[in-house]
Nanobody, 114 residues
């Protein structure tokens, strides 16, 4: 049973930065594609960034050039560095495997004030 534990969220002013972390339990992390999702109030959860086992990354247009996803296989951890944050980035952020998600973690709240 894979467990996902997100951390690193908080309250930040517009233009600020945060780094999110997600620790993935088990011994299959290095073989997994992983993604960061977010869900804003009243909106559907969306995949904002993903990273393949070989380190290939992809982003949605609204976060490209501001967010960077990375992984450390030795630590079973995937990261999301978020720079130049905007109020519209406010959401609960989750990590999970794209397409075939595991049980969702609790997420981490990111709030960007204007």
């Amino acid at each position: 049973q894979v467990q996902l534990v997100e951390s690193g969220g908080g309250l930040v002013q517009s233009g600020g930065s945060l780094r999110l972390s997600c620790v993935v339990s088990g011994n299959i992390f290095s073989s997994l594609a992983m993604g960061w999702y977010r869900q804003a109030p009243g909106k559907l959860r969306e995949l904002v960034a993903r990273i393949s086992p070989d380190g290939t990354t992809a982003y949605i247009a609204s976060v490209k050039d501001r967010f960077t996803i990375s992984r450390n296989n030795a630590k079973n951890t995937v990261y999301l560095q978020m720079n130049s944050l905007k109020p519209e980035d406010t959401a609960v952020y989750y990590c999970n495997r794209p397409n075939i998600p595991f049980t969702w973690g609790q997420g981490t709240q990111v709030t960007v004030s204007s």
